[in-house]
C-alpha cells in the first residue's frame, strides 16, 4: 500500500504542523527522516528524536496528504 503525499512544496513555505517529512535531496535516502519542529529542521536518522542533527533549512519538501 502506497501513502498519499502533497505535491512538493518549495523551501520557503515551511509545515503548518510539526513532524516528519519528505524532503528533496537530489537523491534517494532510506532511513533518514527530516523533522519540522514548528521553527528548524532536523534530520532524524532513526525516528528518535533525541537524536538531532540540523538539517538544511533549503529543500522542497512534502508531507502526508491525509491524516495517518
Known amino acids: ?3 498519499e503525499l502533497t505535491p512538493w512544496f518549495p523551501a520557503e513555505v ?3 504542523r510539526k513532524g ?3 524532503r528533496d535531496y537530489g537523491f534517494e535516502q532510506e ?3 527530516d523533522y519540522w519542529d514548528g521553527n528548524a529542521w532536523w534530520v532524524i536518522p532513526t525516528y528518535d528524536l533525541t537524536e538531532r542533527i540540523p538539517g538544511l533549512p533549503v529543500l522542497p519538501w512534502r ?3 491525509k491524516k495517518p
Open 14 to 16: 515551511k509545515p503548518v
Open 20 to 22: 516528519f517529512y519528505e
Open 1 to 3: 500500500m502506497s501513502k
Open 31 to 33: 532511513d533518514i527522516a
Open 63 to 65: 508531507g502526508l496528504a
